[in-house]
């Protein structure tokens, strides 16, 4: 996970953050396309790591993966209104141009896999009675119990984005707040003051490479 976290970081970056959709939110018998196609404004996927969640507008680097969406349904379904995402063939290349689309500019890797993600036990039942034993969606509950869910479609993301300088900042702000010289344990462990302070100095410098317009202003907005 380290060599593939480095991959994705560049000019000092060193974190990203863990997004996922599990499950993936796709009604039965819906293409690629159509499920996609309705997330246009605000992403499927949901945040993992933990900051405050705020809406992502722009990435420096990320990483897609989607799983479980069979990939011979490339056209859209009946009564679906057509989008330009529907003019691409494969699976692979909707998402890719999903990712662009949303996210113009940035180095963006995606994979499709058609196996789903297997919840058989003792995988943790704690889906909703509106999935199919399959995973996806439906418009109302069946008369079996969630635990009769075998599978899920997936996505996961890995991403290096501005709101990273918002926790790593923050992260930062809590560790320099408490006088750490009157915590003799503290330094009995082994760790030096000037130790200490050079790697808060580290931390704020990776949270710097991370700023943006943005990312400023949130900063100033917590500070208050």
């Known amino acids: 996970m ?76 009946l009564g679906q209104p057509w989008s330009p995402l529907h003019s691409w063939e494969s699976p692979e290349q909707v998402l890719q141009q999903y990712l662009h689309t949303l996210f113009p500019g940035a180095f963006s890797t995606s994979h499709v896999l058609q196996q789903p993600c297997h919840t058989q036990a003792p995988f943790p039942q704690f889906f909703s009675p509106l999935l199919t034993r399959r995973g996806f969606l439906m418009d109302k509950a069946q008369g079996f119990s969630s635990a009769g869910v075998e599978s899920i479609p997936v996505l996961a993301v890995l991403q290096s984005c501005p709101g990273l300088h918002s926790l790593l900042s923050g992260l930062c702000r ?49 500070s208050d």
């Open 174 to 222: 809590e560790l320099r707040a408490p006088d750490v010289r009157r915590w003799s344990s503290f330094f009995t462990a082994g760790v030096e003051q000037d130790d200490f302070q050079e790697a808060l100095e580290e931390l704020r410098t990776l949270a710097q490479c991370y700023e943006t317009g943005f990312a400023a202003d949130e900063d100033e907005a917590d």
């Open 2 to 77: 380290l060599h593939f976290a480095d991959s994705l970081t560049f000019s000092g970056r060193k974190v990203v953050a863990a997004w996922a959709a599990l499950p993936f939110p796709a009604f039965s018998g819906s293409s690629l396309p159509d499920i996609l196609s309705a997330h246009q404004q605000d992403v499927p996927w949901k945040l993992l790591s933990s900051w405050r969640e705020q809406k992502v507008s722009c990435c420096f680097a990320q990483s897609v993966v989607l799983r479980g969406i069979c990939q011979e349904k490339a056209t859209s379904c």
